[in-house]
């Protein structure tokens, strides 16, 4: 059979396995057995299915296109696959295959709790056909379909535990933003199809609308898509129901569905709309930088492991758009080339992401399985306990702070690369602003790897801070086996960029019609030899003999006595867990610098200190327009206030100023 | 306008139509049941009297026979229903006087003023009695309105909703010298179905929450209202 023919039967089959899974967690409710030995295998299926289906479509590059016989009589769904919706199957089957693997041990905990492991199975199945739906979408009914199907499903997962009034609140708020996104989607999808003349995106891309309603286009499917993928200032969902769900979920909603909605505006925004601007680009780098530090900057501050990965995950997708904003930039002021390198660097960092914040929730997942708390302060000397689960957070932390040879230096490399090519543009304020954001860039480069020193210094190393820390235990051979896949997955995409950015390219011609400088799969010369390469092998290589070098040079000799004794305490009491750096201990000075960025709230006792440095955007935004819709409401409901002889007033005015219009 | 150089029939038209209108302040002051349902019969009979006279000067027998409808319903049958329906409900002797009985007439004045100005453009293709009777037909539509929102008591509410029919027939059989009989029946046992339900209605309300005052017919509402206020103690 010709492979090019297999990805949408792949993809499809992809589908139907999700599908399933959710039938079979339907009958988790009867046995909670069939979770772990039906459920989880499909979704694991799906996920293979997906990524089998997403390097196919990389390997071919063409599209390849289908039509349902479902949906509307005069509307059918109409599905494709071409490189654009690989890189995301790519993306989607790469995480949920180690998450159905994990998945098993992590939803043991709660066969003999009060939550229904049916809801639990039926909605994942759910949430990932959603996601799947989005990607083979050809039409934007189906997406809107899939796209609230996703929504909808995963708003059922971040209520899965609804007995804590917390979960309850992060999920309303997730619906309220998913809806608020939704809306804005279709709109925007409403002015493609008013001027292509129809659903199908063929016709939407064979339209080209002029410049004002691709700019009202462009900021409606900037906001919706925004929305969900967590750009500031519409990211508050995102710190409150990522922490909300359990665990193997959050790595789904912020390694895939954010990358989803990341495909969603790449959809749109490259490929529909067409004719590129330089004001989308503009707009785009100055919210990408934003969110970026923002997101890195409240990370530093968090406590809680999972809500700094979610902070974490905005300031990802900061970088992410900003990348984005790059190559429109590039693209619009005529240089492919560099507009490919830019959308390269930014798909790349999509995979990045997706891997290492995946392997880093499933990670968090595991400290709150084995140790049963997930706030910093009372966690500490955990690679002792959980040496397995610590040494590969380890990775998935050297990963997200951009060290070399690991995946995640790779992709900002790349964006830097880009972004020092803005010499080449012509307008002078695109030559100021972009070396602004590259160097926002750098400080958020910089910050990220605070964060993650802090993460795992706190969390892994020195001493126990509480009882249940000195009593965690390593996970399930599952669970870890679920962390080593996305390892792998990591080493693949650290190891040998040249390859995988070979197949990412054809995304990167899809959209903007040409290819970076071809690169072998040892050295990565994005432009040209001149200007930089790089190549991980060699750095590895190094690293290994430098480190193998140095632990037989400083190993103490066999044989050689060793004496034992107490260190010398300066006549001090011995030191306790206490007196060790605490979560908020360590992020003082960067609190102290970027004060005005955090809303602070500090409270001393005679034995105690408590600090919330929270979101600005909830007192400056939020609150606002909340007693804004809230004053609305008011008036609104004074008109209604029940009373029938009132709303016979209402109707005697109303008929009362009709009439005095048409007299 | 000159009144002397209408016809005899016109001008009785015109002054039964005032006299209509006339009775619809009158409904909208009336705070005693029974005599307000006296009102409105005393309404009806102008009604009729202005399609009957119509029709003489027309000479179409159909308005004759709404006439004649008019009168049986209007006149008869739903204020001998609605007597039986206070005796019923023993509201002989309640009164429901109005808030702010001046300022509810000036209202009802400058509806007057208002529904004349709005019929202004019709004289253009009409002659004069015509348009007054537009004019006044209107006014009665808004007053029945008016008394529907100014008084509390559900009967009187049913009383401003049938002066809102008779305001209607007025209208058509002033503009058009009477609808189709078929449309004329069709309303007559609208109105009719509309009393009897209205009746049903009342006779249940008052035996479940014993009292027939609109405004405290907002206990869904109120209810709302309550939980609001245990959800903000809680």
């Known amino acids: 059979m010709n492979p090019a023919a297999l990805s949408l039967p792949l993809a499809e089959a992809a589908v139907l396995a999700a599908l399933a899974s959710a039938a079979a967690g339907l009958v988790a409710a009867r046995w909670p057995r069939a979770l772990s030995w039906l459920a989880f295998p499909l979704l694991g299926l ?20 289908a039509t349902l016989p479902l949906g509307l009589p005069w509307l059918p769904w109409q599905i494709a696959v071409d490189p654009l919706s690989g890189v995301f199957l790519l993306i989607l089957g790469a995480v949920l295959l180690p998450v159905a693997v994990y998945g098993p041990g992590y ?40 796209w609230e199907l996703m929504s909808l499903a995963s708003y059922f997962l971040v209520c899965f535990q609804h007995e804590h009034a917390d979960n309850r609140r992060a999920a309303f708020l997730y619906l309220l933003l998913a809806h608020v996104a939704g809306l804005l989607i279709l709109l925007s999808f409403g002015v493609l199809a008013a001027a292509g003349g129809g659903f199908s995106f063929a016709a939407m891309r064979a339209a080209h609308p002029d410049a004002l ?39 789904l909603l912020s390694a895939v569905m954010l990358k989803v909605a990341l495909y969603g505006f790449l959809r749109v925004v490259f490929d529909l709309i067409g004719a590129p601007q330089w004001g989308f680009g503009v707009t785009l780098v100055i919210v990408g930088a934003a969110s970026a530090v923002l997101g890195v900057l409240l990370a530093l501050q968090q406590s809680d492991l999972k809500r700094l990965l979610a902070y974490s995950s905005i300031e990802n997708m900061g970088i992410i758009f900003l990348a984005l904003g790059l190559a429109q930039i590039f693209q619009a002021a005529g240089h492919p080339t560099l507009a490919a390198l830019a959308l390269l660097a930014a798909l790349y960092q999509a995979l990045n992401h997706a891997l290492l914040k995946g ?52 992709s900002e490399w790349l964006t830097f690369q880009a972004a020092l090519q803005a010499w080449q543009l012509h307008d002078s304020l695109l030559r100021i602003l972009v070396p602004l954001a590259a160097a926002a860039l750098a400080l958020t480069a910089a910050l990220a790897a605070t964060v993650f020193v802090r993460a795992f210094g706190v969390g892994f190393l020195g001493r126990a801070r509480s009882r249940s820390a000195r009593h965690a235990h390593e996970v399930s051979g ?110 003082q000075p960067q609190r102290r610098v970027f004060a005005p960025a955090y809303a602070l ?48 007033a209402w109707s005697l005015i109303t008929l009362l100023v009709l009439l005095w219009i048409v007299s | 306008m000159n009144l002397g150089a209408l016809s005899l029939l016109d001008q009785a038209v015109l002054v039964l139509a005032a006299m209509a209108l006339f009775s619809a302040f009158a409904l909208l002051a009336q705070s005693r049941l029974l005599a307000a349902i006296h009102v409105f019969a005393w309404q009806g009979a102008l009604v ?28 008869l049958l739903i204020p001998w229903m609605l007597h039986r329906l206070v005796r019923r409900l023993a509201l002989e002797r309640q009164s429901d006087p109005l808030p702010y009985p001046a300022l509810t007439l000036l209202a009802g004045a400058a509806i007057v003023v208002f529904a004349d100005w709005v019929a202004a453009p019709v004289a253009q293709f009409e002659h004069s009695a015509t348009r007054n009777v537009i004019a006044i037909s209107l006014a009665i539509v808004l007053l029945g309105m008016l008394t529907m929102v100014v008084r509390r008591q559900a009967l009187a509410q049913v009383l401003g909703f049938m002066a809102i029919e008779n305001g209607l027939f007025l209208a058509a059989v002033a503009s058009t010298h009477g609808m189709p009989l078929v449309v004329e029946l069709g309303v007559a046992f609208d109105v009719l179905v509309a009393m009897v339900l209205f009746g049903v209605f009342f006779l249940q309300i008052k035996d479940s929450i014993d009292t027939l005052d609109i405004d405290r017919l907002s206990q869904l509402s109120a209810s709302v209202e309550q939980d609001e206020a245990t959800e903000a103690q809680r």
Not at chain 1, 119 to 146: C, E, K, Q, S
């Open chain 1, 601 to 648: 709230h500090e409270e001393a006792g005679v034995d105690r200190y408590e600090l919330t440095a929270s979101d600005r955007t909830w007192g400056r935004l939020y609150r606002p327009l909340g007693a804004l819709t809230d004053r609305a409401a008011d008036l609104a409901r004074r008109a209604q206030a029940g009373h029938v002889r009132r709303y016979l």
């Open chain 2, 48 to 75: 009729a009297a202005v399609a009957a006279l119509t029709g003489a000067a027309s000479g179409d027998v159909n308005l004759y026979i709404s006439a004649a409808i008019t009168f049986v319903l209007k006149v």
């Open chain 1, 213 to 251: 309603w691709a700019a009202i286009a462009f900021a409606l499917a900037l906001a919706g898509f925004g929305a969900k993928a967590g750009l500031a200032p519409l990211h508050v969902w995102l710190p409150e129901a990522h922490p909300a769900a359990p665990s193997h979920i959050s790595a």
């Open chain 1, 478 to 587: 599952g669970m870890l086996a679920g962390q080593a896949l996305l390892v792998v997955g990591i080493a693949v995409a650290a190891l040998l960029p040249g390859s995988v950015l070979g197949l990412l390219a054809r995304a990167a011609v899809q959209l903007t019609g040409h290819a970076p400088a071809a690169s072998g799969w040892l050295w990565l010369t994005p432009l040209d030899p001149a200007s930089a390469s790089y190549a991980p092998l060699p750095i590895l290589a190094v690293l290994l003999v430098v480190g193998a070098l140095g632990v037989t040079l400083l190993r103490p000799h066999r044989g050689a006595p060793v004496r034992r004794a107490d260190p010398w305490d300066c006549g001090f009491a011995p030191p306790t867990p206490q007196m060790q750096y605490s979560a908020a201990g360590f992020a």
């Open chain 1, 107 to 146: 939803a043991r905990e709660f066969r003999n709790g009060r939550d229904s492991l049916a809801h639990l199975g039926v909605f994942t199945g759910l949430f990932v056909a959603g996601m799947l739906g989005v990607l083979l979408a050809a039409d934007a009914f189906l997406f809107m379909v899939a």
């Open chain 1, 46 to 65: 799906a996920g293979a299915c997906a990524l089998a289906a997403g390097i196919d479509a990389l390997w071919c590059g063409a599209a390849q296109t």
């Open chain 1, 359 to 410: 392997l880093l929730f499933l990670g968090a997942g595991a400290v709150l399985h084995g140790a049963h708390v997930r706030s910093l302060d009372r966690l500490g000397g955990l690679l002792r306990r959980m040496p397995r689960t610590g040494w590969m957070f380890l990775i998935g932390c050297l990963g997200m702070a951009a060290v070399p040879p690991l995946n995640g230096f790779v």
